[in-house]
Every structure is written in structure tokens, then in C-alpha cells.
């Protein structure tokens, strides 16, 4: 004789007469102020001479780290990306000559003070051969903006859920699952600002740019099961 099995029976998927279930989705939409905005910085020298190229590019390289970490915690990061010193060759002609040499280096940085990016932005492109891509604004992945909006998510389901069942003169009896089925910001088409500047003839301070947040779009949405008191049909 067999052993009996303990394992306890799976539920029924889609309830019993004396348990009906009820399946909704919850969402929730939420349109809050960015929390960072990133820069691009592109620092770039030219010359025929590869030793005198390369030390320009140290030294407005240098510059740009200076400006920008004089900022203080204004600046909650910065990185430098790729570097590149390329030997651009003459075009006609014969055997490798050599007509100049070019050199980029490419930087990011991080801002969570949007009055001080403004300030920062417009000294960034006064500067030689500095070039400035952006703003890029988004929240940080734990914003509380993300819990708020699965909150709401899950409240709108319990909603939806009692809904139905008060529509059926019955009230909800039990939760028998809870799907995540994604939060994450949506956000447009970044609202890009590009600048090339060179340094301006007169020695004046630039203006800081006004940079307007772009307000950001966070969605959540989960998959919710009840179970509820058997109606009188």
C-alpha cells in the first residue's frame, strides 16, 4: 500500500463556487521632479605636434576637473569616459605624413543641484574647445517615487477588486496573489541642450543658462487575485 501523500492539493485556477476569485490589474501613473541631471563634457585639443597636442589636452582636461569639482556636493559624480589622441594622415599624398594630431576626452557628470547646473553648464562651454551635451534628467533607481507609485499600484488593484465584488452584492475575502509586473520612469525624449563655445574675446564670466527640470513619468502596475464570499446569484 502506497504511503499517503501530505502534499497539500494545488488551488483551483480559477476558484471554486464556494471560493470565486476575482483577477484585476492595478496601475498607477505619477509625474514628479527629476531627482538628477547628467552632463556631457567633451574636451578636445588640435595640433601638429603630438607631444604639444597631448599636453593641451592634459591641461584643459584639468581645467574642466577643477570647474567642476569646485562645485562641492553639487556634483554627486564624475567620471571620465573614453580618451583618444588620433594622427590624422594627409590625404594626398604618398607614405603616412602625418598632417595633425586630434585628441577628446569625454566626461560625465552628475548633478542634484539644478540651480547650480545652470552656473556650472554655461562656464563648461566658455571654456576652449569644450563642448557640453545635455541636460539628461532622470531619478535615482530607489527614488521614493518608485515605492509610491507600486503603493498606489496595489491600492488601485484592492480597488478594482472590491468594486466587482460589492457589484455582485459580496465583499472580498481573501488575497491569493500579488504579481509585479514592473515599475520603472518613463521618461520623453530627453530635452537635449548641446553648446560648442569657444572662449569669448572679452574676459567676462558667462551667464548661467536657465535649465527647466523635465518632469518625469514613473509607472507601476501589478497582477492581483482574490478571493471573495460567494455571491447570492
Known sequence: MAPADD??????????????????????????????ARIGITVTARGRDRRGTLDDLTRRNSAVLDLVKS??????????????????????????????????????????????????????????LTRVDGPWWSLRPDSPAHREARRQAVHDAVRRAREYAEALG?????????????????????????????????????????????RQQVHAAVNARFTMRPPTL
Open 71 to 128: 562645485y562641492g556636493e553639487a556634483v554627486e559624480r564624475l567620471e571620465t569616459g573614453a580618451l583618444t589622441l588620433t594622427p590624422q594622415l594627409t590625404p594626398h599624398g604618398r607614405g603616412e605624413r602625418v598632417r595633425a594630431y586630434h585628441g577628446t576626452v569625454h566626461l560625465t557628470a552628475d548633478l542634484t543641484d539644478f540651480t547650480a547646473l545652470g552656473e556650472l553648464t554655461a562656464r563648461l562651454a566658455d571654456l576652449d
Open 7 to 36: 502534499t497539500p492539493a494545488p488551488p483551483a485556477p480559477y476558484g471554486t463556487p464556494e471560493a470565486p476569485r476575482i483577477a484585476v490589474r492595478g496601475e498607477a501613473h505619477l509625474d514628479v521632479d527629476p531627482e538628477i
Open 170 to 214: 459580496t465583499g472580498l475575502a481573501a488575497l491569493v496573489e500579488l504579481a509585479d509586473i514592473g515599475a520603472e520612469a518613463h521618461a520623453p525624449a530627453p530635452r537635449m541642450r548641446t553648446m560648442a563655445y569657444a572662449a569669448p574675446a572679452e574676459d567676462t564670466e558667462a551667464a548661467p543658462l536657465d535649465l527647466e527640470p523635465q
